[in-house]
Structures are given as structure tokens and as C-alpha cells.
């Protein structure tokens, strides 16, 4: 399923359409966002502080 996505709130985001594929497991996890996203994102991710930060389009560095 593609659908569009927003990373971010207001002036700090970034919206592309990601394609997700749906499966019914039970998890604790709500998405699993692959290595593609991250990095059309331009994503670094932080797994010890469970935190993403990327660029904007005005070059400021969002946390989330």
C-alpha cells in the first residue's frame, strides 16, 4: 500500500509517499521504516536513544 507520509509537525517536516506492506502479527512496534525511507529521509538514526533526526528542505535538523 503507498500512502503519503509526513515526518515531523509544521515548517520541520518533510512528506513523501512511502510504500508499506501490511502484515497481521502482534508486535510492539506500530511500523517498521526500512533503509529506502531513512534514506530518501536523509535519516540518521540513534537506536541507545530511540530517536531519528533528519534535514528539512530549509536545512534545519529535526529530532523525533
Not at 21 to 28: A, E, H, K, P, Y
Not at 33 to 57: C, D, Q, W, Y
Amino acid at each position: 500500500m503507498d500512502l503519503m507520509i509526513t515526518f515531523g509537525q509544521g515548517q520541520f517536516s518533510r512528506r513523501f509517499t512511502i510504500r508499506y506492506l501490511l502484515v497481521d502479527v502482534n508486535t510492539s512496534y506500530f511500523a517498521l521504516i526500512g533503509r529506502k525511507t531513512l534514506n530518501e529521509l536523509g535519516a540518521i538514526v540513534s537506536m541507545s536513544h530511540l530517536k531519528i533526526k533528519f534535514p528539512t528542505l530549509t536545512r534545519e535538523i529535526v529530532t523525533v
